[in-house]
């Protein structure tokens, strides 16, 4: 029942934007993480640690020993889409053509179960694969892509969250369910799969102009009858997007006011994108503790714009990483910090590289409020975590000789790293 890991180690204790960057973390050279029962049970450093620990438990236990790699909490996505994963990388457009002419088409399979399966088997194993271990995950209309999705994901014993897309206006037939039907499925699912093993559900609106008011009150309704389960939509990702939803809806004193209005806002509920907000749509969303995805692979890819942290952090938002796809190119955080901190450059702001692997790993479980649960190594939380390689490609092996402390580090491997360099994923604290 004990697992006992060795080698350098990092994690996170808190925001490194609220508190002394020193205060933010814990960093061991030579660290030891102590598993028991899939759980943390102890983290420090090793010779010490070893030193303290009963010699029962130690004698009883092999230490397996990461040399020369970093171990760190498993990545977080808090914004990704699993039925978009066949029409990653498609040419030309921005969001809302590109929803029409690539998306719409490749979610309509998703009525098919066993298609479904086949292709979150495949998304799940690509995000182990990248060293992600939770993430929060739209679904399509289709009560049976949930089915598949979750189906998996409680094979893989994995923390995952999902729900059904509710749309009922403006998108095609073939995707459309009703205000009634949306909240009668969504229901089912929720008292089918959440809570069940480590399996949490959301309410999944896919964006403004696609539900009707009385759809997003229902979902409103229904979150008001499950205050446990997750809200998770779209917020001012693209200028033509943010027009429309001001011309649907008028009574709206901006896009944020459309999901206030239908009560979806709070501490539970997650918008991805933001790259366009006004100070009041910031202000509601801090003072609501609702949070924000910062997807910067998609924002770029397609065109939708550079998204604000400094903004966002200054209105006191939870904000965490999202790779957003299909719209998103990769499923490495480690690329998605890439483009974050490419973003900022872009604004002349500095996204730091503790900053940016606070955002992947403890940041996106604030943003989930699963603190305490997944994020970091605190005792009691569940054992997911990750052991980057330093030497997986010459070029960074190269460049890593000529690098002088943690700081560098961890930019180097956020600037050159990606898929190749997670060497380990353990779920519970069992190697995948
Ligand atoms: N807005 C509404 N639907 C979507 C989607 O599928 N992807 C992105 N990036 N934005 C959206
Ligand atoms: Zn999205």
Redesign the pocket.
């Known amino acids: 029942m004990y697992k006992i890991y060795r080698g350098e180690l990092l994690h996170f204790l808190a925001d490194p934007a609220k508190v002394v960057l020193e205060e933010s973390y814990e960093y061991f050279q030579d660290g030891l993480l102590v598993i028991k029962n899939g759980l943390v049970e102890q983290v420090g450093d090793a010779e010490i640690l070893l030193a303290t620990l009963s010699p029962l438990l130690v004698e009883g236990t092999e230490v397996i020993h990461y040399e020369d790699g970093l171990i760190m909490p498993g990545f977080i996505d808090t914004h990704v889409?699993y039925p978009?994963t066949e029409m990653i990388a498609s040419y030309g457009e921005q969001?809302l053509e590109?929803?029409e002419n690539y998306?719409f088409p490749a979610?309509r399979k998703f009525c098919d179960e066993e298609h479904g399966g086949n292709v979150a088997e495949f998304f799940l194993s690509q995000l182990l694969e990248a060293g992600t271990t939770t993430a929060l995950v739209?679904g399509t209309v289709h009560k049976e892509s949930v089915d598949a999705f979750f189906t998996i994901a409680q094979q893989k014993k994995l923390r995952m969250i999902c729900g059904k897309?509710l749309m009922d206006q403006n998108c095609p037939d073939y995707l459309s369910d009703t205000a009634e039907t949306g909240y009668a499925d969504s229901k089912a699912l929720i008292e089918k799969w959440h809570k069940k093993d480590r399996l949490q559900y959301a309410i999944t609106p896919?964006?403004a102009?696609?539900c009707s008011t009385e759809q997003l009150n229902k979902a409103g309704q229904l979150l008001a009858e499950y205050p446990d389960v997750y809200l998770h939509?779209?917020l001012c990702?693209?200028k033509d997007?943010i027009a429309w939803v001001q011309e649907l809806f008028p009574n709206s004193s901006n896009y944020l006011d459309v999901y206030d209005q239908s009560k979806l806002l709070g501490r539970r509920s997650v918008f991805?994108?933001g790259v366009h907000l006004q100070e009041q749509e910031c202000q509601r969303l801090g003072e609501t503790n609702s949070a924000i995805a910062f997807?910067p692979s998609?924002n770029l890819f397609?065109g939708?714009g550079l998204f604000n942290l400094k903004q966002a952090q200054q209105h006191n938002i939870n904000v965490g990483f999202g790779s957003?796809i299909?719209?998103?190119t990769t499923f490495s955080m480690l690329s998605t910090i890439n483009e974050g901190y490419k973003t900022q450059q872009l604004r002349a702001d500095k996204l730091s590289p503790f900053q940016s692997f606070y955002l992947a790993t403890l940041g996106g479980a604030t943003v989930l409020d699963l603190e305490g649960t997944i994020g970091n190594f605190t005792k009691g939380a569940e054992a997911d975590f990750i052991v980057l390689d330093y030497h997986a490609t010459p070029l960074m092996d190269r460049r890593m000789k000529h690098c002088q402390n943690l700081t560098e580090k961890l930019f180097i491997l956020s600037m050159l790293g990606d898929e190749r360099h997670v060497k380990a994923t353990h779920i519970m604290g069992e190697l995948v």
Do not use: I, K, M, Y
């Open positions: 889409h978009q969001l590109w929803l998306t979610e739209f897309v896919r964006f102009p696609t939509t779209h990702e693209n997007e991805a994108h997807c998609s397609l939708s957003d299909g719209a998103g």
